[in-house]
């Protein structure tokens, strides 16, 4: 019996496999995924382990406790399909798939199966995740305690009623988007000032990083963390006056908004 099933073995599946086995949550046996592209079960192969893999589904569905649903949306419903499950207590079933309503979900694999609805982002890829995840109508409280466990293994993790969903993905699923315009502009903002490119980026990026660091390791509000670097008449209150003036606090509420407006649409299409 494999503890973990991953039906695609892409990108995001890749690297939740990675997670876990770096996080002692699972040994590379306990781990099997499938996938239809030669090229992707080589890369989880290569990271994971060479008997982690297969071409076929029903391998997974037959051997894993839990499954992680890793295919892009469009292919979903025949995978769910081939998925279904009877009246005995199935696997616990984990989409990662953006869009897809746990309703939809619950009516393709089975009234009786367990099912979890994640919303995750890209720097998972990188063990810096941001994701919020939603109970279906039979999960447990030990299947929710899984679920928070693999995405944590990856970053970290919340449980919100399915309809906040719209919201994460306007916030931490987009929000990469936003946060790489801000570091382009501020690179390009460095070059401006006379810095060379390369050095720019760099800078730029880690700036992004570790004030982020900052705000998650003291705990701090980010406007005290900001005013303990604004000195009277100084650099920085000059550099605040021209964001206000762009109006970068409204631009980046609407983009937020906007962006949790659109899931919400797509969710209902
Ligand atoms: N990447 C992100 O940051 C992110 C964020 C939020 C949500 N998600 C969601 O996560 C899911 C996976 O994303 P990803 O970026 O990991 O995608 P990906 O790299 O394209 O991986 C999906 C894999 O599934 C394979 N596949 C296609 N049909 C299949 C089938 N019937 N059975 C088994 N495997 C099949 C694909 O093979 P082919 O390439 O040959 O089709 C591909 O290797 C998507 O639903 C996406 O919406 C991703």
Redesign the pocket.
């Known amino acids: 019996m494999k503890k973990y099933g991953f039906?695609?073995?892409?990108?995001?599946?890749?690297?939740l496999a990675g997670g876990l086995v770096e996080a002692g949550l699972a040994g590379p046996e306990e781990i099997l995924a499938?996938?239809?592209?030669d090229?992707?079960r080589l890369a989880f192969a290569e990271r994971i382990g060479p008997q982690s893999i297969t071409s076929d589904?029903a391998e997974v569905a037959r051997d894993a406790q839990i499954i992680i649903?890793?295919?892009?949306?469009q292919?979903?419903p025949?995978?769910l399909e081939?998925l279904k499950v009877g009246s005995k207590p199935g696997p616990l079933f984990v989409?990662?798939?953006?869009?897809?309503p746990l309703a939809k979900l619950e009516a393709g694999l089975g009234k009786a199966a367990r099912v979890v609805r994640?919303?995750?982002?890209?720097p998972?890829?990188v063990g810096r995740g941001a994701s919020a995840y939603a109970a279906g109508k039979n999960v447990t409280p030990d299947d929710l305690q899984a679920v928070k466990s693999l995405l944590e293994s990856v970053g970290i993790a919340f449980e919100v009623p399915e309809y906040l969903l719209d919201a994460v993905t306007g916030l931490s699923?987009s929000g990469?988007a936003f946060v790489y315009t801000m570091i382009e502009a501020m690179s390009d903002g460095g070059v401006l000032a006379g810095l060379p490119r390369e050095i720019a980026h760099k800078l730029a990026a880690q700036t992004v990083l570790g004030s982020a660091e900052m705000v998650l390791a003291t705990g701090q509000h980010p406007a005290e963390l900001r005013e303990a670097v604004t000195s009277p008449g100084g650099t920085t209150i000059a550099g605040l006056e021209a964001l206000e003036q762009g109006g970068l606090r409204a631009a980046v509420l609407a983009a937020v908004k906007a962006a949790a407006n659109r899931s919400r649409e797509l969710g209902q299409a």
């Open positions: 039906i695609g073995a892409g990108r995001m599946a890749t690297a499938s996938d239809p592209n090229a992707m589904n649903l890793a295919v892009k949306p292919v979903m025949a995978v081939g989409s990662i798939a953006a869009g897809i994640v919303m995750p982002n890209t998972s890829l699923g990469p």
